[in-house]
Nanobody, 124 residues
Framework: DVQLQASGGGLVQAGGSLRLSCVAS????????IAWFRQAPGKEREGVSC????????LWGDAGQGRLEISSDNAKNTVFLQITSLTSEDTGIYYC?????????????????WGQGTEVTVSS
């Protein structure tokens, strides 16, 4: 069975950095896309970034430009999301989601596999 497990969240001061991890058992053995979504308090879940097994990457939204970097270590079945210069806008629960296609889309309904989420709180 495909399982995703997100970790790495926590309470961080503004200006700090975090690296979120998503361990995706089984999924990384073939074609895949793994995306990170963020759900801020009182808001809808929105796409943050995505990576495919072919090395394709997507970054959604202007706020993350220059601050977010997605990467993967297929040997460890893990996708990472590095976030630097954290602001209060980064606060939320971060979910990793996957599909068995090389297709990055910001529509969360397109991803059949989901991790449990990891919470990020940025304090000012």
């Amino acid at each position: 069975d495909v399982q995703l497990q997100a970790s790495g969240g926590g309470l961080v001061q503004a200006g700090g950095s975090l690296r979120l991890s998503c361990v995706a058992s089984e999924l990384t053995r073939g074609d895949y896309a793994i995306a990170w979504f963020r759900q801020a308090p009182g808001k809808e879940r929105e796409g943050v970034s995505c990576i495919t097994s072919g090395g394709g990457r997507a970054l959604w939204g202007d706020a993350g430009q220059g601050r977010l970097e997605i990467s993967s270590d297929n040997a460890k079945n893990t996708v990472f999301l590095q976030i630097t210069s954290l602001t209060s806008e980064d606060t939320g629960i971060y979910y990793c989601a996957g599909m068995t296609r090389r297709m990055c889309v910001p529509d969360h309904s397109r991803y059949p596999y989901w991790g449990q989420g990891t919470e990020v709180t940025v304090s000012s």
